[in-house]
């Protein structure tokens, strides 16, 4: 049995949201191809999945929602056609192409996959490159969002008779539809660590926002100022999930690893390096096997550098997830084949050269001091996970 198990991605039906859009059809082939050229990955490890069926869908999702992406897929259905803008269908960010449902099935059937396998002792820990559509709402699709496969893997295994679990996402824009889902259920604690609503699209998850009801304290929102470097962001995330996961005892994690933190990434404003997606990686990892006998769930999600950094980024969470050691050049026939598809040189290393995140000192300086003071009314906002004793 593998202890870690890595859904094939291509062999998804490809998630294709036109030409030009940031989600574009061959996202993830750069980050197989690294996979496969550095030997990272074992032939037993792979595995394919079967698409969610209409059920599996209908934990999380409006019948309606689901019915119309599926007449859509006929093409000349007029009334789905009309009803789709009430559905968020048909704007840019999420336009409506062939096979938008049959591809949002499959990614959310592979998330729910890795869980079972999780939960059924058939991997210690597995991921889902394509999965983490954190976005998607219950009858909205949103922020390139369709279904949303967290959610829909999380209520699976709350079907299952776990009793809490801890979803964690590292992407740049807040998980709010993960967390508008479980807000009001106390089984499941959503950690969103994210750029502030002040200045980055979804405008939603203020450190103030904590949940409602029964679930009143299980959202922990952490909005980072823009301009947030490697140190600061890093400081933050250990000082919020370290205690967090171990006061909650989660039974199950649930990652999400968007790299849309990368200093360069066209969609967002945060300075960090791949060193803060290797120190996410390896510290899910540490509080997986601490709390939760090693059972991890992980996923992608945003990344808009689908050769710069995102094949290196998620080979790192591979690596972390998988127990490989992470190589410290890229592989040069990698680098070889993709370089014509970029206009800069490609990087050597995968951790980037600390001069490359270097950005204006007073800028960080300002964003550190504000991250601190933001952790302290953090911890006032969440005495029992994150206050002292
Ligand atoms: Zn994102």
């Excluded at 689901?66 to 789905?80: H, I, K, M, N």
């Excluded at 048909?90 to 099935?105: E, Q, T």
Aim: contains cysteine; proline residues 7%.
């Amino acid at each position: 049995m593998p202890s870690a198990i890595l859904v094939d991605s291509p062999a998804l039906p490809v998630y294709d949201l036109g030409e030009g859009h940031p989600f574009a059809a061959d996202r993830l082939r750069p980050l197989f191809a690294l996979l496969r050229a550095h030997g990272l990955v074992a032939a037993t490890e792979l595995v394919r999945t079967p698409s969610a069926d209409d059920d599996e869908l209908r934990t999380v999702h409006e019948r309606a929602y689901v019915e119309v992406l599926q007449r859509l897929e006929g093409g000349d259905d007029w009334d789905a056609i009309e009803a789709a803008p009430r559905f968020g269908l048909g704007s840019s960010d999420n336009p409506i192409v062939p096979g938008l449902h049959f591809a949002s099935a499959a990614i959310a059937g592979a998330t729910l996959a890795c869980v079972r396998d999780v939960l059924e002792g058939r991997a210690r820990a597995a991921l889902n490159a394509s999965g983490g559509l954190h976005h998607a709402m219950p009858a909205l699709a949103s922020g390139f969002c369709v279904y949303n496969d967290l959610a829909i893997g999380i209520k699976e295994a709350l079907a299952r008779g776990v009793e809490r679990v801890a979803y964690v996402d590292f992407d740049v824009h807040h998980g709010d539809g993960v967390e508008f889902v479980f807000r009001a259920d106390p089984r499941v604690l959503t950690i969103s660590f994210h750029e502030t609503p002040r200045a980055r699209w979804p405008y939603t998850g203020r450190v103030e926002d904590r949940g409602s009801d029964a679930g009143l304290g299980s959202a922990i929102n952490v909005p980072f100022e823009s301009g947030t470097c490697d140190a600061s962001w890093q400081s933050i995330v250990a000082a919020v999930l370290e205690p967090a996961i171990a006061r909650f005892r989660p039974q199950l994690l649930v990652t999400q690893h968007g790299c849309d933190t990368h200093f360069t990434d066209p969609l967002a404003d945060l300075s960090l390096s791949t060193a803060s997606a290797d120190f996410a990686a390896r510290l899910t990892r540490r509080l997986a096997d601490t709390h939760c006998e090693g059972r991890w769930v992980a996923t992608g999600g945003g990344g808009y550098q689908p050769i710069r950094v995102l094949p290196r980024a998620w080979t790192m969470l591979w690596c972390a997830l998988a127990d490989r050691a992470l190589p410290t050049t890229v592989d040069p026939d990698w680098r070889r084949e993709f370089a014509p598809r970029e206009r800069e040189p490609l990087p050597e290393r995968f951790l980037d050269d600390p001069m490359d995140a270097a950005h204006g000192e007073p800028r960080e300086r300002e964003a550190a001091a504000r991250n601190a003071a933001m952790l302290e009314a953090l911890r006032r906002i969440h005495p029992e996970l994150l206050g002292d004793s």
